[in-house]
């Protein structure tokens, strides 16, 4: 008894982990190589600030959510929802700048 118990205890977890696992996929940001800061310095954005920015998305955002892919949002919608986010995630005016900054350099690359 205490075995198929156990099992349907198990199985419920199971369940349960992959339901809430529906929608929930984290991406990984793109990471700043090369290619990636030349296309920053087209946009005149420094290697500095793409660094920045994405290690500011990657550890302040996921405070809240799991990261959106960058292609999830198009480069016109970014700019918006990072004003809605900044104040949340605490950024200061040049942290939310460099945030931006790399995910709409790294939008760019995505297509």
């Known amino acids: 008894m205490k075995l198929k118990r156990l099992t349907t205890f198990a199985a419920a977890i199971v369940c349960l982990v992959d339901l809430s696992s529906c929608g929930t996929t984290s991406f990984t940001p793109p990471p700043v190589t090369a290619e990636l800061a030349r296309a920053g310095a087209h946009q005149h954005v420094d290697l500095a600030a793409l660094r920045e920015g994405r290690t500011l998305f990657v550890s302040r955002c996921i405070e809240c959510h799991t990261l959106p892919a960058v292609s999830q949002h198009s480069a016109t919608e970014w700019p918006r929802l990072i004003d809605e986010m900044a104040?949340?995630?605490?950024?200061?005016?040049?942290?939310?700048?460099?945030?931006?900054?790399?995910?709409?350099?790294?939008?760019?690359q995505s297509h």
Do not use: C, W
């Open 87 to 108: 104040g949340r995630a605490n950024l200061k005016s040049t942290e939310r700048d460099a945030v931006l900054a790399y995910i709409l350099v790294a939008h760019s």
